[in-house]
């Protein structure tokens, strides 16, 4: 899935990859010849060995005990095996398997169906992927006209490989499917490179696999601080083996779509300049996959779908601004003006996101102890000025809503609504007052409040309750939902209904 959730990426640079990844799968398509056999379901198998010292290729006649299988290469020899769909698919896609050839083959028998070509290098303890990987993709892409990038589906050792090779050619993978991977530290050090490339993950563990919690738990914290997106399935009780899926959709769909999915344009708001990562929930979905007997945990942008965070540095502007992008923008072009970074459990912007709001992050200087006014003001601007609402709704938990009311109140008729999280209202770099002695402008101007809160959060009845009596005495509307037995965290609403009903209703229509 190349899309724009590559990080710390220049626009140039991925308009340039993106014409020469085209150039070469342009490249004529140039049907396998030689020693053929037949792999399951009838496909055609064709056979070749690599010398490992000239990298010369040759066709190759298995034995036929071998089988649908493959035996280890003679030395100094590398076995290889490319497998050919009925009809290739539009672009010419591909599979990629390093170790354990025709292990668990379901994925690739119903890529095939799908018409991706399935190719395999040998590869074992000794045989690691190397300059002979190098020359086998060369192979396959500027002699045979195989898509510039390919899938990689990776079992324990083989998801090892295929994180060694992706990650010293991020540029020319597509996506990862990795089963019960291994993982060496060169990799995980390495998996910015992919992130910034935007290269899907997949990653299917068991849940008492001893590798899970040392290499795919590990690739999935680090790949998501890169802000790379990577999807969990996690089956309950399942140790190391068996890998796959006895019914391989969903793996399948992950591949398929992966490959098909175009990087779109940066919005017209983006500065030509910009980075962008993937946002999206971590939430986990123990769901019931009856075919499997097992009932699995689901996490990551397959299950829940994922958003493209761009950053955002304005000219004039201290400090970097983050916006997240909905799947399409509402009617109106509403949005969130928020004081704090969004992390993955933040979900009320998870559902403002899901019915079209743009969520936006205000800059905050690096020498500085908070936000400034004017920086706001200027991001304000250029968003107005791009199509966003007049009026965005004001949102902060915590001290940060402290920011968010500083802003509100030096800017009362451009604000929709208020909507902060067990707020504590200090003094914040944006007003030269506290924020509970300048409440006057947003009571007069009718902003409407909302607050969560937990009954022992300890700012509730000093802050929470003070406000709310300051705010009805100056004429103002404040509703505040009590979470009861709940302190500081989590901050989010358990019900978020009601939260984003009140936000829907101060849109205008």
Request: proline share 8%; with cysteine; aromatic share 10%.
């Amino acid at each position: 899935m190349s899309r724009a959730n590559r990080i710390w990426i220049c626009c140039f640079f991925a308009i340039a990859g993106r014409l020469s990844a085209a150039s070469v799968a342009a490249a004529d398509y140039v049907p396998f010849a030689g020693k053929e056999s037949v792999w399951h379901e009838g496909y055609q198998r064709f056979d070749f060995v690599m010398d490992e010292k000239t990298l010369a290729i040759s066709p190759w006649k298995g034995t036929a005990d071998e089988h649908f299988g493959v035996k280890d290469p003679d030395p100094g020899e590398r076995r290889c095996i490319v497998v050919v769909p009925k009809e290739a698919a539009p672009g010419r896609p591909w599979s990629w398997r390093g170790c354990y050839w025709d292990h668990q083959p379901q994925t690739e028998i119903a890529l095939l169906k799908r018409g991706f070509h399935i190719a395999y290098i040998s590869a074992n303890a000794n045989l690691r992927p190397s300059k002979h990987w190098d020359a086998w993709y060369q192979y396959l892409t500027a002699e045979h006209g195989l898509s510039p990038k390919p899938a990689f589906i990776g079992m324990s050792r083989g998801g090892e490989f295929a994180y060694t090779w992706s990650v010293a050619n991020p540029d020319k993978v597509s996506c990862i499917y990795a089963d019960n991977p291994g993982i060496n530290p060169d990799v995980l050090s390495k998996l910015g490179g992919l992130a910034k490339a935007d290269v899907p993950l997949l990653q299917v563990c068991g849940s008492i696999d001893p590798l899970l919690g040392r290499s795919a738990s590990a690739i999935e914290a680090i790949y998501q601080q890169y802000g790379g997106r990577v999807s969990m399935m996690i089956k309950e009780g399942a140790g190391h083996h068996p890998h796959s899926l006895r019914d391989p959709h969903p793996i399948v769909e992950f591949i398929d779509q992966s490959v098909k999915e175009k990087s779109p344009s940066p919005p017209d708001y983006v500065p030509a300049r910009s980075m962008a990562t993937a946002f999206y929930s971590t939430e986990n979905q123990y769901r019931d996959f009856p075919q499997e007997g097992l009932r699995i945990t689901c996490r990551g942008p397959v299950f829940s779908g994922s958003y493209e965070r761009y950053a955002l540095d304005l000219r004039g502007v201290e400090g970097t601004t983050f916006v997240i992008e909905p799947k399409k923008a509402a009617a109106g072009n509403p949005w969130v003006l928020r004081a704090e970074f969004v992390d993955r459990s933040a979900a009320v912007d998870l559902a403002l996101l899901a019915k079209g709001f743009r969520i936006v992050t205000g800059p905050v200087p690096y020498n500085a102890d908070g936000p400034s006014l004017a920086s706001w003001n200027a991001v304000y601007t250029h968003l107005v000025d791009k199509g966003f609402s007049a009026k965005p709704v004001l949102q902060g938990s915590g001290a940060a809503a402290s920011d968010a009311y500083a802003w509100a109140e030096s800017n009362p008729t451009q604000v929709a609504c208020m909507y902060a999280e067990n707020p504590w209202f200090r003094t914040s770099t944006m007003a030269k007052g506290a924020v509970l002695e300048r409440l006057d402008p947003l009571a007069k101007a009718q902003v409407p409040v909302l607050h969560v809160c937990g009954s022992l959060d300890p700012a509730y009845q000093d802050q929470a309750r003070a406000f709310e009596k300051r705010y009805q005495e100056l004429g103002g509307k404040v509703q505040v939902i009590v979470q009861e037995g709940v302190g500081h965290y989590p901050t989010a609403p358990h019900n978020l209904q009601p939260v984003v009903d009140f936000i829907l209703a101060q849109q205008p229509r």
